[in-house]
Nanobody, 114 residues
Framework: VQLQASGGGLVQAGGSLRLSCAAS????????MDWYRQAPGEERELVAS???????DYTDPVKGRFTISRDNVKRTLYLQMNGLKPEDMAVYYC?????????WGQGTQVTVSS
């Protein structure tokens, strides 16, 4: 199983970024997929999840600003982040569970300047 995240970078507050996570080795269309983030000195937290049926859920601080989506043909997970704030700055990880094991992407850094 491989999860390859990309799309992070440096953006000014109020700006936008789109993260991508390409998956292989799993039956992607059947899996719930997640985005987590971890800021320096903080615990890793769940940001957004999307089920195989495209039902999405978000942590409260990002509701209305972030959108999680998936393309089952491309086997890719996305996170559209709008209205970025300095407190969104973190390393973002894609995640899934497959056969009772957790799998993580390598992380992509999002830096937001105020």
């Amino acid at each position: 199983v491989q999860l390859q995240a990309s799309g992070g970078g440096l953006v000014q507050a109020g700006g936008s970024l789109r993260l991508s996570c390409a998956a292989s080795g799993i039956n992607f269309r059947l899996n719930t997929m997640d985005w987590y983030r971890q800021a320096p000195g903080e615990e890793r937290e769940l940001v957004a999840s999307i089920t195989s049926g495209h039902s999405a859920d978000y942590t409260d601080p990002v509701k209305g600003r972030f959108t999680i989506s998936r393309d089952n043909v491309k086997r890719t997970l996305y996170l559209q982040m709008n209205g970025l704030k300095p407190e969104d700055m973190a390393v973002y990880y894609c995640h899934t569970m497959w056969r009772d094991r957790h799998y993580w992407g390598q992380g992509t850094q999002v830096t937001v300047s105020s």
